[in-house]
């Protein structure tokens, strides 16, 4: 373990591929480095600093930042300048030679592990391992259902009960702050399974999020996600970097298939099941579970590098 008396965190705003990202990077520069992707709509403060130091504390470069079109990063026109998830993956990149990184490990979380993937397929000499959180190596079945078009795809969709829900969400917007924390508390808990998310966290992280929002939240990712079903769905096949999947066995927006599914199309990957878990990972209890992965697959994937 390396020793850091005090944590070393630097903010920097990235311009890559024509936008900006806001980035944190926590610890030595001179570390490995580990490059966290949050999911869709969520900003990069969503994986804690809590989460990040311990990371760094271990002796690794740990960086999180916001995906354009959330928090502190660029807001896109979409109409004009549409985007892909690859897009997304090249920003990625872009953050890596801004940190002047020959290559990282990286974690991705919903959307995030679709980034991920795309990153390990068409930049495998950058990628060192993955680890995907609750993601998909399919995002067809949901997307096809927001849309109101029946699911023809062999993984199953989302829960009906978390798409109108979402729904009805969107056609009632928050009047005040209080109200806008405790619908975004009350999104999360609905795509929980039996382990409920730490609400006092929650509520933390909403309103910080809210607080360093630039823009008004829109639904540009999942036109992103759309407009990715080609690349995405051909990306597992292709990674070659040590990967490791987390997924719960009561997941609503992916189902448990989902997550065996992207085991069984990513060669030498391992799989660990966490019951009782949902769609998010902001439980104590979850937490250092999936540092426990992380730290575990970061370090097989430095012994087989050694051989």
């Known amino acids: 373990?390396?020793?850091?008396?005090?944590?070393?965190?630097?903010e920097a705003i990235v311009q890559t591929n024509g936008v900006e990202l806001w980035t944190e990077a926590f610890g030595d520069r001179n570390d490995p480095?580990?490059?966290?992707?949050?999911?869709?709509?969520?900003?990069?403060?969503?994986?804690p600093v809590h989460f990040c130091e311990t990371l760094a504390m271990e002796g690794y470069f740990v960086?999180?930042?916001?995906?354009?079109?959330?928090?502190?990063?660029?807001?896109?026109?979409?109409?004009?300048?549409?985007?892909?998830?690859?897009?997304?993956?090249?920003?990625?990149?872009?953050?890596?030679d801004h940190y002047q990184l020959q290559d990282a490990h990286v974690a991705g979380a919903s959307m995030g592990g679709a980034i991920a993937m795309l990153l390990a397929a068409h930049y495998p000499q950058r990628i060192c391992s993955l680890v995907l959180l609750v993601t998909s190596i399919d995002f067809r079945p949901g997307c096809d259902l927001f849309q109101g078009i029946q699911n023809i795809h062999a993984l199953p969709a989302p829960s009906m009960k978390v798409i109108e829900a979402i729904k009805k969400a969107e056609n009632t917007p928050p009047r005040n702050l209080e109200e806008k924390i405790q619908q975004d508390v009350d999104s999360v808990k609905l795509h929980c399974g039996s382990i409920m998310p730490d609400e006092e966290l929650l509520r933390e992280l909403s309103m910080e999020s809210i607080k360093r929002m630039k823009y008004p939240e829109n639904q540009n990712h999942f036109r992103a996600m759309l407009a990715s079903h080609d690349i995405h769905t051909a990306a597992p096949g292709k990674i070659t970097a040590p990967t490791h999947i987390v997924h719960g066995?009561?997941?609503?927006?992916?189902?448990?298939?989902?997550?065996?599914?992207?085991?069984?199309?990513?060669?030498?990957?391992?799989?660990?099941?966490?019951?009782g878990l949902g769609h998010n990972l902001a439980n104590r209890q979850v937490i250092p579970l999936v540092i426990e992965d992380i730290l575990a697959t970061v370090k097989k994937a430095e012994q087989v590098n050694k051989k």
Not at 34 to 44: D, K, P, R, S
Request: charged share 20%; net charge negative; no cysteine.
């Open 33 to 47: 480095a580990i490059v966290l992707i949050m999911g869709a709509g969520g900003q990069g403060i969503k994986w």
């Open 249 to 275: 066995d009561e997941d609503l927006i992916f189902p448990l298939e989902h997550g065996k599914a992207s085991q069984a199309a990513i060669a030498g990957s391992t799989l660990r099941i966490i019951p």
């Open 63 to 96: 960086i999180r930042f916001d995906n354009r079109d959330t928090g502190l990063s660029s807001h896109i026109d979409f109409d004009i300048t549409p985007y892909s998830l690859l897009d997304m993956a090249n920003d990625v990149i872009g953050i890596m």
């Open 1 to 10: 373990m390396t020793a850091h008396s005090k944590m070393n965190r630097q």
